[in-house]
Structures are given as C-alpha cells and as structure tokens.
Nanobody, 115 residues
C-alpha cells in the first residue's frame, strides 16, 4: 500500500509564499512522474506542475515564473514552492504520483490567498 501525505498549506496574503510537501511511503520501489494538481469547488482538477524521475519539469502557464516543483528521490518527496501568490491560486492542492503504472493521490491541502 502506497500513501501520499501532503503538508504546508494554509492562509497567506497576496504576494506571499508557501511551500507544499508530499511524502510517499509504503511499498515503493521506484516513482515515476510526480505532480501537483489543484481544484476549486465546482471546477475540474487542473495540473499545476510536473516533475519526471529525471528531474524534467513542466508548469501550467499561469504559474510559470512563480512556482517551482522539485523532488528528493532519496526521501520519496516532492515539493512545490509557491511565490508571489495570487487570490486565483486559492484551491485544494493534491499531490499525485505514478508508481509502477498505478496512480496515487494525496488527501489534499487547502491553500487560501487573501487579497
């Protein structure tokens, strides 16, 4: 059984920063792609940032230059550094990992950006 546990969400003023963490535990032999998604009530979950096992990254346009995804493979952990936060970044952020062709999700962490 694989578990993803997120931390680091919270309330921040516009222009502030937060760092999300997601630690994978359980029967893990190798983790492929790790991602951060976010979801606002009534809307579809959207991909925010992706990092491959080789460290290649990709971001949605609205967060480019403000968010940075990274991973510590030794700790099976992925991070999302979020700077210059905007009210429209408010959402529940979910960690996702592809492990041996199976998809795993974290429980979600709330990020609220006040104007």
């Amino acid at each position: 059984q694989v578990q993803l546990v997120e931390s680091g969400g919270g309330l921040v003023q516009a222009g502030g920063s937060l760092r999300l963490s997601c630690a994978a535990s359980g029967s893990i032999f190798s983790i492929g792609v790790m991602d951060w998604f976010r979801q606002v009530p009534g809307k579809q979950r959207e991909l925010v940032a992706t990092i491959s096992s080789g460290g290649f990254t990709n971001y949605r346009d609205s967060v480019k230059g403000r968010f940075t995804i990274s991973r510590d493979s030794a700790k099976n952990t992925v991070y999302l550094q979020m700077n210059s936060l905007k009210p429209e970044d408010t959402a529940v952020y979910y960690c996702h990992a592809l492990i041996k062709l199976s998809n795993y999700w974290g429980q979600g962490t709330q990020v609220t950006v006040s104007s």
